[in-house]
Nanobody, 121 residues
């Protein structure tokens, strides 16, 4: 059974930090590109950060560049998002995503249940 379980969300003051984690199981984690998405009330779900299966390349949304850092541990099958200098605009439900496509054909697209991040004074 494929599982993606996010944790680490909570309430933090502006300027504070949080570290989100995603525990993965049921598929070959090391072969999967991984991503963090977020969705705020009334907003479309947006890509926050993505990392390749090899872990050698990361991409971030412009709104989080320089503040968020994504990493993966292919031994522990975990994905992390270190969030620093948090802003109220970062308030959203954050989702872990695993996807793999080969030559334009999607093999899978898995989602976690999400974890709430609230940035407020």
């Amino acid at each position: 059974q494929v599982q993606l379980v996010e944790s680490g969300g909570g309430l933090v003051q502006p300027g504070g930090s949080l570290r989100l984690s995603c525990a993965a199981s049921g598929f070959t984690f090391s072969s999967s590109a991984m991503s963090w998405y977020r969705q705020a009330p009334g907003r479309e779900r947006e890509l926050v950060a993505a990392i390749t299966s090899a872990g050698g390349s990361t991409n971030y949304a412009d709104s989080v560049k320089g503040r968020f850092t994504m990493s993966r541990d292919d031994v522990k099958n975990t994905l992390a998002l270190q969030m620093n200098s948090l802003k109220p605009e970062d308030t959203a439900v954050y989702y872990c995503n695993a996807a793999r496509s080969v030559s334009g054909t999607k093999w899978y697209d898995y989602w976690g249940q999400g974890t709430q991040v609230t940035v407020s004074s």
